[in-house]
């Protein structure tokens, strides 16, 4: 079963034209042992004979969020999720146990919360706020703000937390926003603030999406360019990028990643398709290893491993906004490949 993208869907998301259309398969089947290489824990003749089923039916998984919350961004601290909100700004929190939550910091006027990344080493939790220039960050066991970094035009939308730095992915302009940390982690002035040119392979495209996913590993960022599907190697000294062998896997529409280990997890959210691939330690080649969707998922933005299970934002961007519009999380259990 094949279906097509309609046109509301399409125009739903700021910046994506409608002539990067594409046609996703719902329920697809997980690509053969031929194909993938084998995952640690697994033989190839154990793939054969065991074919993933995809994501099925998630209602069981699921998880409501406030009526009207608007979601896009997630990240896990610990057994903690947080979730942000389009809306206002707001941060919801809930413990991936119980799965039960409640608003942590309350929404203001005016902000948004587009990426949201915990900061385990330091406590904290980042927010990227989309057309508003600002990158915000917050106390995570009190939700108290403790700086705001402002950065000229563009759209800020995901960030990743490493030792050295706060990396924001901005859709519009090829750059990356930096908030430089000092020693211990410590939050450097406003004004440290700072931004870096992208170059290389990455391209951006005029009226299109561009960076989009972001996330750290020990040889390099890597990021994915919405519009076009594909991925790149960010060398965070120089904002030099270099294009992922992909071996044709289709990653139109990636908007969050989530990585763990070598294990490469992508949201497609127009496509409602969840795509995982291997990485190779250099960032030069990234394998397919399955694809899989659910009629539970609904325009799927971002997502967070907690333990083997992979969370999902479901941000219903084809779906009128009102302050009674249901949102909810979808919960993939045993996500990872190896189920370890």
Request: proline share 7%.
């Amino acid at each position: 079963m094949r279906r097509t993208l309609s046109p509301r869907i399409a125009n739903a998301l700021v910046g994506i034209v409608p002539t990067i259309l594409v046609t996703a398969g719902l329920l697809v089947a997980p690509v053969s042992a031929q194909e993938a290489s084998p995952v640690p824990g697994s033989s190839p003749a154990a793939m054969a004979e065991s074919p993933d089923p995809g994501l099925g039916d998630m209602s069981a998984g699921r998880v409501d969020l406030p009526a009207g919350w608007r979601p896009e961004g997630i990240t896990r601290l610990g057994d903690t999720l947080f979730v942000g909100s389009l809306a206002d700004g707001a941060i919801w929190r809930a413990d991936a146990a119980t799965r039960e939550g409640s608003i942590f910091v309350p929404g203001m006027r005016g902000a948004v919360a587009v990426g949201i990344e915990a900061d385990e080493s330091n406590g904290r939790i980042w927010v990227a706020g989309g057309n508003s220039g600002e990158v915000r960050v917050y106390d995570a066991d009190s939700g108290d703000l403790l700086e705001t970094y402002r950065f000229e035009g563009g759209f800020l939308n995901d960030l990743v937390v490493t030792p050295e730095a706060v990396y924001v992915t901005d859709s519009n302009v090829p750059q990356l926003a930096v908030i430089p940390l000092g020693p211990d982690g410590a939050l450097p002035e406003s004004s440290a603030a700072t931004t870096l040119p992208l170059s290389g392979d990455l391209v951006y495209l005029e009226d299109a999406l561009n960076a989009n996913g972001i996330v750290a590993a020990p040889a390099g960022l890597v990021l994915v360019q919405s519009a076009t599907g594909g991925l790149f190697r960010v060398a965070p000294e120089t904002g030099e990028t270099t294009a992922i062998d992909t071996r044709g896997a289709d990653l139109t529409f990636g908007d969050g990643l989530e990585l763990r280990d070598q294990t490469l997890f992508v949201s497609r959210n127009q496509a409602e398709t969840i795509t995982t691939l291997e990485l190779d330690e250099e960032l030069a080649t990234a394998v397919l290893v399955r694809e899989a969707t659910s009629d539970g998922l609904d325009i799927p933005t971002t997502l967070a491993l907690a333990g083997d299970d992979l969370w999902i934002v479901n941000a219903r961007f084809s779906t009128e906004a009102t302050p009674e519009t249901e949102y909810w999380l979808s919960v993939w259990p045993g996500a990872r490949p190896d189920g370890g």
